[in-house]
């Protein structure tokens, strides 16, 4: 059966028909389902609902707390797994010293708690409770010890009791919690309205794209020319993602997927605008290398194509600073050891290869002092993300 | 089944040793957690905590465990460890040096067993008959 993909982003359709791509910018004023149905109307008519395949990352990605008794397993696991399912992790607290931390004073969307092995019966006490009626928060997942379950759910209300993600000989066990929150985005992107009415058109599961991507990630080397170990840097509208190569992290983690995620919510050139110069003004570099591309602190402000292209150029660079040793707020990746970027998303409509390039340059030779820079492929027909698609829906 | 956390600690790849801890104790009815070689003190410790161990036996063969374990009081401060055994055998100084400085020195550092170049038999006969009279 032939299928139709649809990607709905924050700033742009893509459809994908027979292989060729159609690209929409959005129009803001009507909502997502007329406005896909006024462009591709006709298009969609010609496919049955279950030979529709939509994912969507105009969602953005869920909040989360995780509370662990350990930096090196429990900790380490629950943010490994809230990563790869498109969660931005708000704070994580260490069990030993919960009684000294401060809780988050937003609404988190998941508060995840991990810890010990199945037998493991010293795990948690009154004091989590205690921490836990200062914290406000939508959903609470128990991922810990089998021991400690009964206690989560006899204090804890509507507390979601799931299988450990640490096995009994402490190795990672993610597939029910990382299924649990895939689907805790999905239901996310169901609760609103806007994507909620497209299950009028398809039959099938609205995926985030990140996770779509993902998967597809041991097949790239097929269709591009990249070498291990590399990441993939998909800057969109709203949002941007970083898939990366395991080889590039010293973690000594072992799940099937050698390719992790991790998504930044509110960093994207066009619906996250403001924040990515908020970002960018307050990077110790920024200065520096906006000087180095020529132009003055002012282009932050214009509205301008080149003012878009430096914002592109900044969000390359603010990816691989927020990864490198040089930030310790997510994951650090040894960027030393990289063999090739790829980039995807919008970004490759605008940018030359050489801009990519300059902008890759000024990293490497200014935070890790080398004078040569990683391969850099364009991935500007979205290949990666129809072949992301295909996978999805034979695995589907 | 008593649990037991195991490892070589440090810029040690001593991994024969290891096995032959991890294979004796399991004959002697341990339940054992081999961290394997190449591991840092805090993740002993945190090993330790998540597995409710109650003995985490280190071993090092290259020296390394001299500055290596220097931090354990300071992590078992930490951490609510009471009951854990700390014991730590092998070869506890680069080159050759006297054992009656080199015990004293590990204990300090908060190992309730140190085995400087002792048979491994001796070493687990000792923490067993050190088990039947403290646990």
Known sequence: MKQLYIDIGSTYFKVCEAGNIEQHFRNFERNIFDDLRSKCGETIARYAPEAIQICSSANGGLSTLIIGRTYTFSLKYATNIAYNSGINIIDSVLYSKIEQHTPPLGMIDVVIIAGGIDDSANSYDMRLIDYLKKVRYHNIVYAGSAAAAEFMTTHIENVRVMQNIISDKLQLRDEALKNYLTHLYQEDIMGKEEIKSLYALTANHIYPTPYIVNQAMQRIPEYFPVVDPFILVDIGGATTDIHYSRDLIMDNLVSENPYDRLVFKKLGVYKSRENLVFTARNNEYVYELLAYLGVTENILDEKSDKATRILMQLSIFLVLYKVSLHHNRYVNLYLEKLNSIVLTGGITKVLSLEECEQIVGFFYKKLLHFHQIPTIIMDSDYMIWTMSMKESSHVG | ?135
């Open chain 2, 1 to 135: 089944m008593m649990k037991v956390v195991t490892g070589v600690v440090g810029n040690d790849i001593h991994v024969v040793a290891n096995r032959l801890i991890d294979i004796s104790l399991q004959e002697r009815g341990f339940e054992v957690f081999n961290l394997g070689v190449n591991t840092y003190l805090e993740e002993f410790i945190d090993a330790v905590i998540e597995t409710d161990a109650k003995v985490l036996l280190i071993s090092s063969l290259n020296g390394e465990a001299e500055g290596w374990c220097r931090d354990l009081s300071l992590l078992k401060s930490q951490y609510e460890l009471e009951g854990v055994v700390f014991m730590i055998g092998g070869n506890l100084s680069v080159g050759e040096d006297n054992p009656d400085v080199i015990i004293p020195k590990f204990k300090r550092y908060g190992f309730d067993l140190v085995f400087h170049q002792s048979d491994l038999g001796i070493g687990l006969d000792t923490l067993e008959a050190y088990l039947k009279e403290h646990v």
